[in-house]
């Protein structure tokens, strides 16, 4: 009888840890995933009407290198969707980052963040602009006033740490004054 009476609470526990537990952050959104290559995302995009998009006119070079970006606006080909303006941003040939602009008029921020609350648990990072989760390979973000945004995390930190530039003579003169003062 003392088993029985040991076991219960334990099962409790472990049904009631199962039940909490947040789901892993998605490496993009729908069927669009960071890493695809570019004839993957337009394929997908073809696939899926909320997004609006046109073909190849949507399609368009970044300044810097190997960098490459799709826009779709459902204005005028799917005015019913939650979605507005929709960004796919390549390096190198992959999906690096997703940006979701939200349409206003059909869907509100709160909304949105306790879904995401709900799904992923507390965000790691939270201020008035944005709420931010991350994990090794993925941040997510909500934007204000209504922008999903992913970002494969290895790509966007290299992409950082190669633009970091040395100050110029000029830069470190004038720091070097300020901090004379």
């Not at 929709?86 to 997703?98: D, N, R």
């Not at 970002?151 to 003579?169: A, F, H, M, N, Y």
Request: charged share 30%; with cysteine; proline share 4%.
């Amino acid at each position: 009888m003392n088993r029985k009476v040991l076991l219960i609470p334990l099962i409790f526990i472990l049904v009631s840890g199962t039940l909490t537990a947040k789901e892993a952050l998605p490496s993009g959104y729908h069927n669009i995933t960071l890493g695809m290559t570019m004839e993957e995302v337009k394929e997908a995009l073809k696939k899926d009407p909320q997004f609006g998009f046109r073909g190849d006119r949507d399609v368009s070079l970044l300044p810097g290198e190997n960098r490459s970006l799709i826009e779709t606006d459902t204005s005028r080909t799917a005015p019913w969707s939650f979605l507005e303006k929709c960004y796919f941003q390549f390096y190198e040939g992959k999906l690096y980052i997703i940006t979701v602009n939200v349409r206003q008029t059909r869907m509100d921020h709160y909304s949105i963040f306790s879904t995401l609350c709900d799904k992923y648990g507390s965000p790691d990072s939270l201020n008035p602009e944005k709420s931010l989760w991350q994990n090794d390979s993925v941040t997510m973000t909500l934007e204000r006033p209504l922008t999903l945004k992913y970002t494969d995390k290895k790509i966007s930190d290299k992409l950082k740490e190669e633009s970091r530039v040395l100050k110029s003579g000029e830069e470190m003169s004038r720091d070097l004054f300020l901090e004379g003062l």
